[in-house]
């Protein structure tokens, strides 16, 4: 890899000493990576990150491993498995590593095994796509003042949080399929990292704004960043941006 390539250990805690580490490939700022640290913690994996720099996205030899040139892509020794793409690694740790649901983030039966999958298609195709492009003329879109782009989807980001929070307050459950956390809420945690910390996606007001006109939103929010598996990426993807 090139000399700009940065190699961290990850935080899983790696009980089971018999997996050989799997290898991440991240970025210290994009959120996508750290979803799937947030389940190689959950699920306890040891592994070891590697934190790559954009032009070396799309080049080999890191386009034979991710034909798409992003990030985040895994390679599993234990399996010889290598995939990209975060909702099919997600996928792939659970049912690989958690053949039983021990961790309980996945429904294994009934309705609530087919809306985990709805709302895991709405975080890859709606808010990671909606938020990134914001990112993108906010972050590092030469030209500045493009104010149809922000306002195109900075109204998106506000869309997709009002569906989030109207389900809950029609639902009243605690979690978007039930009583139970499962996967694709905690896939939309790291996104939600744009809008809390520096620099500040939708401006350093829009916490108290979402507290107030998406309250239901905000409490689900805020117990998914309780999670031990989240507290352990969050701090990790704050260490990466700060070095």
């Known amino acids: 890899m090139s000399d700009k390539v940065e190699k961290v250990m990850g935080t899983g805690t790696g009980s ?4 050989k580490p799997i290898k991440l490939y991240s970025h210290a700022g994009g959120p996508n990576p750290w979803k799937v640290a947030i389940f190689l913690n959950e699920l306890e994996l040891p592994y070891e990150t590697e934190l790559m720099q954009f032009p070396d996205l799309k080049k080999d030899p890191f386009e034979k491993l991710n034909p798409n040139g992003r990030v985040p892509a895994i390679e599993d ?13 997600i996928e792939y740790l659970l ?3 958690d053949p039983k649901n021990k961790t309980g983030l996945r429904y294994t039966e009934g309705a609530a095994k087919w809306e985990q999958k709805c709302w895991a298609e709405l975080q890859m195709s709606g808010q990671g796509p909606y938020f990134g492009q914001r990112a993108w003329f906010v972050l590092y879109h030469p030209e500045k003042n493009l104010t149809s782009c922000l306002d195109r989807y900075g109204n998106e980001i ?3 949080m009002g569906v989030i929070d109207s389900h809950l307050k029609k639902s009243g459950r605690p979690y978007l399929c039930g009583d ?6 905690v ?12 620099p500040y996606l939708m401006g350093e007001d829009f916490v108290s704004e979402w507290q107030k006109e998406y309250p239901t939103c905000w409490e689900w929010a805020q117990k998914l ?10 701090e990790a993807r704050s260490k990466a941006m700060s070095g």
């Open 225 to 234: 960043e309780q999670r031990p598996g989240v507290k352990t990426a969050r």
């Open 180 to 185: 139970q956390c499962s996967y694709a809420d």
């Open 16 to 19: 089971d000493t018999g997996k």
């Open 158 to 160: 506000k869309r997709v």
């Open 77 to 89: 020794p234990n399996t010889g498995m290598t995939l990209w793409e975060s909702g099919a690694i």
């Open 187 to 198: 896939m939309f945690v790291p996104w939600h990292w744009l809008l809390t910390q520096k």
């Open 95 to 97: 049912e690989t590593y």
